[in-house]
């Protein structure tokens, strides 16, 4: 079985919604992955995040509300902790949106925001896509 060629379309990271970033670490850390020393807030989300590189391309990311008002607290509240979204990485997040849009996707955003580590991001409502949140991120330049 051969693999796609997907280098315009690269897991980036699964995003876990939790409580506590220090306590959810130490989860991950016993399995063995290591998290960078920075947690990063996103006021823009209401929310801290902490990252554990996976492989050469993929990366745990946990999300931890900063406010009542974050989707990540409703989340929690409504669901639980646990996996909230699944993140791609994409050359062009402008045009993949588009691109996107033009084939019936709805996006949460009308234009893609600054999010963690300063991407540019855009997420389709899981109506469109069978129930998973999805991510789509461009790396600053």
């Known amino acids: 079985m051969s693999l ?13 919604a939790v409580k506590s ?3 959810a670490k130490k ?3 016993d399995m063995g992955l290591n998290f960078s020393a920075e947690i990063e807030e996103v006021k823009d989300q209401k929310v801290l995040t ?18 009542t008002e974050s989707a990540i607290h409703k989340f929690i509240e409504n669901k639980g902790e646990g996996i909230h979204h699944l993140c791609f990485k994409v050359s062009d997040v402008k045009a993949k949106t588009q691109e996107l849009t033009d084939k019936g996707y709805k996006f949460i955003y009308p234009e893609p925001r600054i999010g963690a580590g300063g991407c ?12 998973v949140l999805i991510e789509l991120s461009q790396r600053p330049v």
């Open 21 to 23: 970033i220090p306590d």
């Open 120 to 131: 540019l991001v855009n997420f389709i409502h899981p109506k469109s896509t069978g129930g």
């Open 50 to 67: 902490a990252f554990a590189q996976i492989d050469q391309n993929a990366h745990i990311e946990l999300l931890e509300p900063t406010s």
């Open 27 to 29: 989860i991950y850390q």
């Open 4 to 16: 796609p060629d997907l280098n315009d379309c690269i897991l980036d990271h699964i995003a876990i």
